[in-house]
């Protein structure tokens, strides 16, 4: 009898001890050891951390509209803003029990993005996310995302990135044929190029077209969506264990979903093998992950839930991030004519009213400006987070285990110091003699595709797609804002319009 009393209770008691540990020790102990370094922060909560203050925050700002040329960063990362200016541009503050170290000072920035393969690594995903992107090229680390990025980065070498040429410009077709009729209404070009760069990323990387990989996106926005709502969410001890959220069950079932729709476009593809319609499994993005799939070496060979991932990750950061810079961009030609007349001059001197071709897009240099500077202040991501395992060296600070750092691109891109009092302003100019030149030879003033080895492989493809889309818009059509457009950039993993943006497009009268 006594024994069916103590057994709870030392459960119990053992239970409560490891709890204050992990949630109250460790957290304080953190606290105390960055406090006395001079990394400051709102103080540490029990167990919420300060997500609940992260939350009210957030909805706050939801529904405030901002101006153009205001300062972004307070309605898009409000926390990070207001402490920011409370404790410094290094600061700390809680994710639950987790610490978040900000860092906004730039060799600080570069020395954990430098040091991404094998210090700062990747930051853990939490369960929503691991059924989001979790075992895909963006969150693995070690050996596995050396052999996967290898793959990644064949898949845009030269000769690929010709080869893909045509078929974006054929995506880009597709558009302004939609488009034909429509001159003088109002066109929302965030949807538009949201179909754009589904059909691009479908066609380049996995031979198919938007059509087989519409579902696909479907859910991907979907999961998107739920991400980006638990990044501050609470996990309770124990309770989140024994007990799966609704989110949680949902996106359980949406990446359930996603594996078998990316099962069949694999099938088709291994089918024509099979089958004697096709010799190889093609070179594109699909072929060489089916190609590691069949590996005959089993060092070298992707497994099934490898290949899915990687299907994923590429469908989401290959349209949502170029559908939110080819909007942006056109935001920005629109409010400015100006520039809008000096990318379209260059167009015309380059390609006159043909097709882009590679050789040309390498000599958009008006193009490039202003692709920079639209990053610069509407880069599709704000931070690029990293987790410290083990304790270590940050340029004089002695950082503990367990830590999370958000270098923070979008403090850097707004920073006066750097960018000067017009800093919220849209002025390509500063990018007239290089990035180098504009950032005064500061790496990690300006690094929109990340810095260090965990770059973004993307990027040449990216800017390419970009390059050919305005160009052959900009051939064709003179780009004004619609009277409806509200300005409300939001954050939902990418940097978005929450209203979309409304232009009206007319005919152009250049001549070639
Ligand atoms: C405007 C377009 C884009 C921007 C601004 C962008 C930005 C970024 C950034 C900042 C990172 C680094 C993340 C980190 O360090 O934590 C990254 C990584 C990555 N990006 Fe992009 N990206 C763009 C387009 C693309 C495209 C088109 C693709 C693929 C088709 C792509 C695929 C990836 C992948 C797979 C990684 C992970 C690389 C690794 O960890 O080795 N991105 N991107």
Redesign the pocket.
Known sequence: MKLLILAPCCFFFIALIKLLYDYLWIPLLIQHMLNSQGIRGPPYRFIHGNNKEVTKMKQNVLSKSVGLTDDLFPKVQPHIYTWTNRYGKNFVYWNGARAELVISEPELVKEV?KN?EQIFQ?KKLSDIGRKFLGN????IEGEK?AKH?KL?NHT?HGESLKNMTPAIIASVETMLEKWKGQEGKEIEVYQEFRLLTSEV?SRT?FGSNYMEGEKIFAILSKLTVITSRNLSKTRIPLISKLWKSADLLESEKLSKEIKDRVMKIVKKREDKVVNGEANSFRSDFLGLLLNAYHDSDEKNRLSLEDLVAECK??YF???E??N??LAWMVLHLAIHGDWQEKARREVIDIFGNQNPHLEGIAKLKIMTMIINET?RLY???NS???AVTREVQLGKLLLPANIDILPL?IGLHRDRHFWGDDVHHFKPERFAEGIAKATNYTTAAF?????????????T???I??KVALSMILQRYTITLSPAYVHSPIPILTLRPQHGIQVILEPTHSNA
């Open positions: 993005l991404s990747k895909g090229l963006i969150f995302w990025r990644a845009f990323i990387a990750t590429f950061a290959g349209q991030t170029v939110s810079l990053l880069g599709p991501s690029l987070p990293r691109n690094f929109p595709f990340g810095l260090g080895p965990r770059s973004c492989v993307g990027m493809f990216a800017i797609e970009t």
